[in-house]
C-alpha cells in the first residue's frame, strides 16, 4: 500500500482516521500530536523533569521532550528513573535508561527505594502483607519522583501515559464510581505547594502507535513485563477497550474527549486536598503522616 500523503511505501494504516501512512508521514503524525499536547498542557519554563522508566512510553516522551526543548535556551529536560529494586527487571530498564541519556545528551537522576526507605521493592514483597507490590510500588515511586524533581526545582513532571493507559483510567475511575480520582487525573492545571504538576504529552497517541515510532527510531527497548503486575483490572479494561476499539475505531478518543469536555466541571466539584508536609518526612501530604510514611511502618513492623 502507497502511503496517502506521498507516494512511498506505507509503514502502517491507521484504523481510526483510515489512513496510511509511510515512515515519515508516521513520525510527522506522531510529533505533531506531542506537540499539540505540550501546548495544550502548557510547557513553562526552566527545567522539565521526565519520569524515565526506559520502557517504549518513557524513552519516547523523554526523546520528544529534549527534542523539541533542544533549541531553547528558557527550558532544560532532566530524567528521573526510580530504581525500585526488582531484579531481573528493573537492573534491565535502568541500563537501557542509562545509555539513552548518555546517548542524548539528557542530565539523568536514579532514585533507589533502597537509600529512600531501607528496602528493595523485592525485599518488600515479602514483609508486605495483604497489600499487592503495586500498592507500595506506586505510592513509593510517586514520592520518589517528586522528591527529585523538586530537589531540580523543576517546573513540571513529564509522564509516559499514551492514549491507551489513559483511557482505561478514565473508564475504570468511572465504572467504578471514583469520580473523584477522575479530578485528580493529570495534568494538573492549579499548581499545589511541594507538589510538582504532571503532564501527559503522549495522552493522544495510541499505544501501538508509540511503540512502531519506537522501533522506526531504532531504540533499544525491553519487552519484558514487571513480575509483579497483576494484569487482573487494569487488564480487564485493557482487553475490554481493545474491543470496543476493534469494532468502533475511534471509542479512545472518544473516551478522552469525553473526559475532557465534563473536566472543568469535576476539577470544581472535588478541588486539590490542601496539602501540608508529613509529621515524618516533610514530604507533601494530605494527612498527618503521608501513605509512604504509613506503608513503610507496615513493612518494618513486618521485618521484625
Ligand atoms: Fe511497580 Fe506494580 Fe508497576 Fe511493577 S507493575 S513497576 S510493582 S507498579
Ligand atoms: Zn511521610
Do not use: W
Not at 170 to 191: G, Q, T, Y
Amino acid at each position: 500500500m502507497k502511503c496517502n500523503k506521498c507516494d512511498r511505501e506505507a509503514v502502517t494504516f491507521i484504523r481510526y482516521n483510515g489512513t496510511y501512512l509511510c515512515k515519515q508521514h508516521f513520525m510527522e503524525f506522531v510529533e505533531k500530536r506531542f506537540k499539540r499536547e505540550v501546548r495544550k498542557q502548557r510547557l513553562p519554563h526552566g527545567i522539565l523533569a521526565v519520569a524515565l522508566s526506559g520502557g517504549k512510553d518513557s524513552i519516547v516522551a523523554t526523546y520528544l521532550m529534549n527534542r523539541i526543548t533542544e533549541k531553547d535556551d528558557s527550558r532544560e529536560v532532566h530524567a528521573i528513573t526510580v530504581d525500585e529494586g526488582i531484579k531481573g527487571y528493573r537492573d534491565k530498564t535502568i541500563k537501557i535508561a542509562r545509555k539513552f541519556c548518555d546517548e542524548y545528551d539528557i542530565p539523568h537522576h536514579i532514585i533507589s527505594f533502597k537509600d529512600e526507605y531501607g528496602f528493595t521493592l523485592d525485599e518488600m514483597s515479602v514483609l508486605r502483607g495483604e497489600l499487592a507490590e503495586c500498592t507500595y510500588c506506586g505510592v513509593f515511586r510517586r514520592q520518589c519522583i517528586n522528591k527529585v524533581a523538586k530537589n531540580l526545582n523543576a517546573k513540571v513532571i513529564a509522564m509516559g501515559h499514551n492514549l491507551d493507559d489513559v483511557s482505561q483510567t478514565i473508564l475504570m475511575n468511572f465504572v467504578r464510581s471514583d469520580v473523584e480520582r477522575m479530578a485528580r487525573m493529570a495534568p494538573h492545571k492549579k499548581v499545589q505547594k511541594g507538589l510538582i504538576p504532571r503532564i501527559l504529552p503522549l495522552r493522544s497517541i495510541p499505544e501501538k502507535e508509540i511503540t512502531l515510532y519506537a522501533y522506526l527510531k531504532g531504540f533499544e527497548i525491553s519487552e519484558d513485563e514487571c513480575p509483579y503486575a497483576v494484569r487482573a483490572l487494569r487488564g480487564e479494561y485493557r482487553d475490554f477497550i481493545m474491543k470496543l476499539e476493534e469494532r468502533h475505531p475511534g471509542s479512545r478518543h472518544s473516551i478522552l474527549k469525553s473526559f475532557l469536555e465534563i473536566e472543568d466541571c469535576l476539577r470544581e466539584k472535588y478541588p486539590p486536598a490542601s496539602l501540608k508536609p508529613c509529621k515524618l518526612c516533610g514530604q507533601p501530604s494530605s494527612e498527618e503522616i503521608c501513605m509512604a510514611c504509613q506503608l513503610i511502618k507496615k513493612i518494618r513492623e513486618n521485618s521484625h
